[in-house]
């Protein structure tokens, strides 16, 4: 497992909340990229998200992705990370709470007819700048 | 198509703003990479620079496929997304452009290490949506 340098494990805190730019691949092998919260889970980065997204399609087919964390106070300073998302369901109605507890302190509301989904996300190379 | 983004979302495309650019490229083994850079519109593209021979550079050399995210750091759930390819690659242009990006984000010149080649990407937007 790689190790986040500390000058920037604080981009993964919960009191920072940091935001993630989340590149996938699309079928054509084209890149794809948005902004999500995410929530750590040790060493691991969490995201969720609709099961119906493209995002969750793409990286369903190809499970290898880029991430950005930048610090919200100083765009310069970021982590640049690379390697593979597992999508589950297991747990992730709960999930959803947890992260949108940490940006907004409060609990998610959920869309009928739009089930979660949870991205786990084991960091393969990590980058740190700024 | 730069010309159909709504209102609502303009001003990140203004120099005023300073809004950056994450932009996502692909790797000769199709996964993605992401980095955020510097940017400008001209003439209804969207321009974004970087140095001869790094990773986004030779990605987009052999890849034209790109994706932006373009984000007021000051309002984060304020984006643009942005999927489309780069038309073209100018190394004559890329120093003046560097410092113009330069001047919209720090108001000054950049500092070109000696040596270095500055490469200027046209990028045509093909789809985009708006948060």
New interface residues.
Partial sequence: MVEVPESHQDLLDDETKAFAYLATSMPDGSPQLTCLWFNMDGDKILFNTGKERVKTRNVQKDPRVAIAIYDPENPYRYLQFRGEIETTTEDADQHVHAVSRKYTGEDFEVRPGDPRVKYVFKPEHVFAWG | MLDKIPASHRDLLADETKA?A?????MPD???????VWFNTEDGYILINSAKGRVKDENLRA?P?????I?D?KR?YH?L?I?G?VVAIDEQQGAAHIHTLSHKYRGEDYSIPKGQIRVVYKIQVESFSV?
């Fill in positions: 950056f994450f932009v996502g490229t692909t199709g996964s993605p990479q992401v980095t955020p890849r496929e790109i994706a932006l995210a984000m750091f984060p984006y997304q999927r390819h948060m």
